[in-house]
């Protein structure tokens, strides 16, 4: 038996719109166990990025509880938040969100400044297939490189898990499977707990559990015995 | 539609055009206001010494003959002759205080200014016209009666007008600084009004002239009189011009000076702004273009940016700039100086001024467009491609790798953001050139004052002998107040070459003034020969062991004296020498004060005045009043400056890398570290602008205090304290500055932030 680590429980976001208030999301609650492969899908607008801020720590949901490693981190400060994300989480941006003035290799060495023993940036770099590009600034890397970079900034820290938001939203096909590939094998090798969220179905094939997020609500969660590989995904 | 939209942006970024408009109308506030006033004062002047036609020349001698004046009269490119009496009479009033009478030939040259009363009438023997500020500070009126005594003789008269002169705009009388209206005052009475049967001894000579070379219009008039005369003193010399002229050209310094630095600002600022500005709405540009604006209209919108704003604030500037400065520098010179009018001047280079900034703020403007409206719509849909960061030379040596993040980020961000960073140490810069400036002007005056009243001068009183006293009354004076005799008095000097006015004082064993060397320390006047002021000697190009000429102003004896000592005063140059020595020379001893420790007050025979060193000291601050105030106003326009770069740096850096902020956020870096990130670059650049500052506020206190006058001759001070102060003050708007936008940090909206890369 896999153990859970991520647990939502009648989780309620509502935003204040003029007078009126919109419920992003609507009374959600899902789990998932260590090591899982998740990709949340839904169309754009349908919550699914407000979910994945609300695990993240990034925002501040309106009820509910969301538990991360039997903590629940609904009600947390500023402050506190922000140690929850140093400590749990890896960031995954579509825009990949490098900090334009650092190299490879320096843009993973920040996370120095965050936790106390991240793993050592050549490595990690070397991991994600980029030995040799360690003193590029970003803007002298391609997408998909930059974009390697980034999830290897997010493991470098070590964390409980990876949130990924549309990571290959700003690639090209091609591209955008070798990200997941190398994403897909974190999970499967690492034992990294990766949750993606995106519009694309076809990634629902290659989860180990789908949720599908419709107007703030979850319609369905799928539970897939035997997750293809990315490579074998119909695209 | 396109104005509703610039007014939407100028409101969405408020706080830099704000500071652009603000440095805008300051650089012309200061130019303009400062302007206004000092250009006032010299057309004010101009006009006075035209309306009254202030002599060119003035001739000192013993006695000037019709024939003499027909010489000079008939000298090369001389317009117009006058002849003048002018005697030192004491008034019969409280305290007989000195009053110079002038019986005129004609009222042509140097002719009185009339305020009150009748005009003036070569044929009353029996009116007299007298200073207005004497007047009014001794409550005499037109109508009343004004008795003087001189040489025996005792004249009275009826007061026929109240007026003033364009030789007194500025009025010392004697040795002080400050005029002190109470105790001195002249009048001017025809010549037949003169109380003896002949006619009075013309001492001195008014000449109008139409030829600038002074050295050869001396030459020409010095042949024509054969040398009979003593003095040839020109108008710029004269001790009203000239120093008024001083105070003119200090403050238009001041006012040329200090826009300069809003200037610069503002264009920066533009830059700065518009650029990021332009780059934000690079799909709105390229949404325009591709709906059919023509390039040049889209140009035109941004440019106009610029240009309103710029106009704006310079307009304000040039408006309420001569409104209101002037007024606040006026009240308090007017103690010192006597003008008729007090207008502050308009100058059509106020206009010129605002035009070139408004000019140049809209160039700046153009030049921050320009490459953007060049490409191709297509082109500027697409979202920009990030700016190249390349590796600098620092990043090659080994010493990078040492560097902590929080460092090579910070290099790399102010590598990559030139002018924000150049604005950024000009910014502090100027603030601290500014404040350096205002605090070292502050300390030198401070240093001087306390130099001369308390190391110089150590009496308590100094009462003024009259010059009818006898030598009965002064030694019973002397014994009375155990006083020591002083004689005052100005000389001509020639060094190995040129002639110079200096002051003339004798000692009388006098022990209640020191004299000090170029260090400060104490020297003893020599027995013999004679004691020159350092500057004197630097301008006469003599030093130690050279000999002099020299003569005593109303005397034609010149004679030749060895240097055998040099000191330095702060605030007259000249000789000094003992009594005993003057003597041998051939010179009478005739002391014109008597210093005292004792504090002396009440009525003594035989004395005009008494001023306690409290009074000379307060004269001294009141005369420095209008110096101070400018001070004031720096030290205020230095903290507007550094408020509004700074803030607008830390707006335009934290909006920058609110995106960088944001993603560090997300990976878990506090809040904390984030400010420190920030508060790094913003130290950096004040220590850089801190150190660059520091000279150029010296520079700056040199300047002011170099056109301060040839009689003057004083060290820049600046003191530690307040070097650390203008340190406190620079950082701690910086610090303040930066608490500002840590508030920002705690409430960036990660999600917000990070939402698309548009």
């Given amino acids: 038996m896999k153990q859970t680590i991520i647990e939502f429980k009648n989780v309620v976001k509502e935003y204040h719109i003029g007078a009126g208030k919109m419920k992003a999301v609507d009374n959600i609650s899902f789990a998932i166990d260590q090591g899982e492969f998740v990709v949340i899908l839904g169309p754009s607008g349908a919550g699914k990025s407000t979910v994945l801020n609300l695990l993240g720590g990034m925002d501040f949901a309106t009820g509910g509880e969301i538990i991360v490693n039997g903590k629940n981190i609904v009600g947390l400060m500023d402050d506190a938040l922000t140690e929850y994300r140093a400590e749990n989480i890896g960031f995954v941006f579509q825009f990949y969100n490098l900090i334009p003035t650092l190299t490879a290799v320096e843009n993973i060495a920040v996370t120095r400044n965050i936790v106390r023993n991240p793993m050592e940036p050549k490595e990690v770099l070397a991991s994600v297939g980029l030995s040799g590009h360690e003193n590029k600034f970003p803007t002298q890397l391609s997408g998909g490189e930059q974009q390697r970079v980034s999830i290897a900034r997010a493991i470098a820290k070590n964390p409980t898990m990876l949130l990924c938001d549309e990571p290959t939203g700003a690639l090209d096909s091609e591209t955008g499977i070798v990200i997941l590939t190398l994403l897909q094998k974190m999970s499967r090798q690492n034992g990294k707990t990766i949750i993606i969220v995106t519009h694309n179905s076809a990634l629902a094939e290659a989860a180990d559990k789908v949720i599908r997020i419709k107007n703030g609500k979850i319609r369905e969660t799928i539970i897939n015995e035997n997750p293809k590989k990315i490579s074998e995904v119909n695209w | ?758």
């Fill in chain 2, 1 to 758: 539609m396109l104005f509703r939209k610039m007014l939407r942006d100028m409101s969405r970024h408020k706080t830099q055009f704000l500071s652009i408009f603000i440095m805008a109308f300051l650089a012309v506030y200061i130019y303009s206001g400062v302007g206004g006033e000092w250009l006032g004062l010299r057309k004010s002047a101009d006009n006075y010494y035209d309306k009254t036609n202030l002599a060119d020349v003035f001739l000192y001698g013993s006695g000037f003959s019709e024939e003499d004046s027909e010489a000079v009269r008939n000298t090369d490119h001389v317009t117009a002759v006058e002849r003048r009496l002018e005697i030192d009479a004491s008034a019969k009033l409280d305290g007989t205080p000195n009053i110079t009478l002038f019986f005129v030939e004609k009222n042509e040259i140097s002719s009185l200014y009339l305020v009150e009363g009748k005009n003036f009438d070569l044929n009353d023997t029996e009116g007299i016209w007298i200073d207005k500020r004497f007047a009014d500070a001794r409550e005499l009126s037109v109508g009343g009666t004004m008795e003087a005594v001189y040489n025996g003789f005792t004249i009275e008269k009826e007061i026929r007008g109240l007026i003033y002169s364009g030789e007194y705009v500025f009025d010392s009388g004697g040795s002080e600084m400050t005029p002190d209206f109470y105790t001195h005052g002249y009048a001017v009475l025809s010549y037949k009004a003169f109380p003896s049967y002949d006619l009075p001894v013309y001492n001195t000579l008014l000449v109008t002239a139409d030829e600038s070379d002074i050295t050869r219009l001396e030459e020409s008039i010095d042949h024509a009189l054969s040398g009979g005369y003593s003095v040839f003193l020109t108008q710029e010399n004269h001790a009203s011009v000239n120093t008024f002229n001083s105070e003119i050209l200090q403050h238009k310094m001041m006012g040329d000076i200090f826009p300069v630095v809003f200037f610069l600002i503002a264009l920066l600022t533009m830059l700065t702004t518009m650029t990021r500005i332009v780059t934000n709405q690079r799909t709105q540009i390229g949404t325009l273009k591709a709906l059919g604006f023509k390039k040049g209209k889209i140009m035109r919108h941004y440019i106009s940016y610029g240009f309103w704003l710029s106009l704006a604030g310079a307009l304000l500037g040039i408006i309420t700039g001569p409104l209101t400065l002037p007024h606040l520098f006026y009240p308090s010179m007017s103690s010192f100086y006597t003008l008729p009018e007090w207008t502050p001047a308009f100058d059509i280079s106020f206009i010129l001024a605002a035009a070139i900034l408004a000019a140049t703020c809209t160039f700046v403007t153009y030049l921050a467009c320009r490459k953007l409206l060049r490409d191709m719509p297509a082109i500027t849909l697409r979202p920009k491609a990030p700016k190249v960061t390349t590796h600098s030379a620092l990043e090659k040596t080994r010493l990078w790798s040492r560097f902590g993040f929080n460092t090579q980020w910070n290099f790399r961000d102010a590598r990559r953001n030139k002018i924000r960073s150049i604005m950024a140490i000009i910014g502090v810069f100027g603030c601290t050139a500014l404040l350096v400036c205002a605090f070292g002007m502050n300390d030198t005056m401070g240093d001087l004052k306390e130099w001369q009243y308390n190391i110089l001068y150590q009496f308590e009183s100094k009462l003024s002998i009259e010059d009818t006293a006898d030598a009965e009354q002064i030694n019973k004076l002397t014994d009375e107040l155990n006083g020591e005799l002083l004689m005052e008095g100005a000389v001509e000097i020639k060094g190995s070459g040129e002639k110079k006015t200096g002051t003339l004082t004798v000692s009388d064993n006098v022990t209640l003034i020191k004299f000090t060397d170029d260090n400060r320390n104490f020297i003893e006047l020599p027995e013999d020969g004679v004691m020159l002021t350092s500057k004197m000697a630097e301008i006469l190009d003599v030093s130690l062991g050279d000999e002099i000429r020299w003569h005593i102003y109303g005397n034609e004896e010149w004679v030749s004296t060895t240097i055998t000592a040099i000191n330095r005063d702060p605030t007259s140059q000249g000789i000094t020498l003992t009594k005993n020595y003057l003597e041998e020379l051939g010179f009478d001893f005739t002391p014109t004060s008597i210093l005292t420790s004792e504090m002396a007050s009440g009525k003594y025979d035989g004395v005009t005045s008494i001023l306690s060193i409290s009074e000379i000291v307060t004269g001294w601050d009141d005369f420095t009043e209008a110096m101070m105030l400018m001070v004031y106003i720096l030290i205020a326009a230095a903290t507007i400056l550094s408020v509004v770069v700074l803030y607008n740096l830390g707006l335009l850096s934290f909006t920058e890398m609110e995106r960088e902020m944001a993603t560090l956020k997300v990976m878990g870096l506090k809040s904390g570290k984030l400010r420190s990130l920030l508060l790094t670059q913003n130290i950096w650049f004040s220590i850089i602008g801190f150190v660059l500052g520091i000279p150029a506020g010296i520079w700056l206190v040199d300047i002011i205090c170099s056109s301060s006058g040839e009689s003057y001759d004083f060290p820049i001070k600046l003191h530690l304290l307040n070097l650390l102060m203008s340190f406190c003050i620079t950082f701690g708007l910086s610090v303040f500055v930066n608490l500002l936008f840590s508030r920002k940090i705690k409430r960036l909206n990660m999600v917000e932030a990070l939402k698309d890369a548009e």
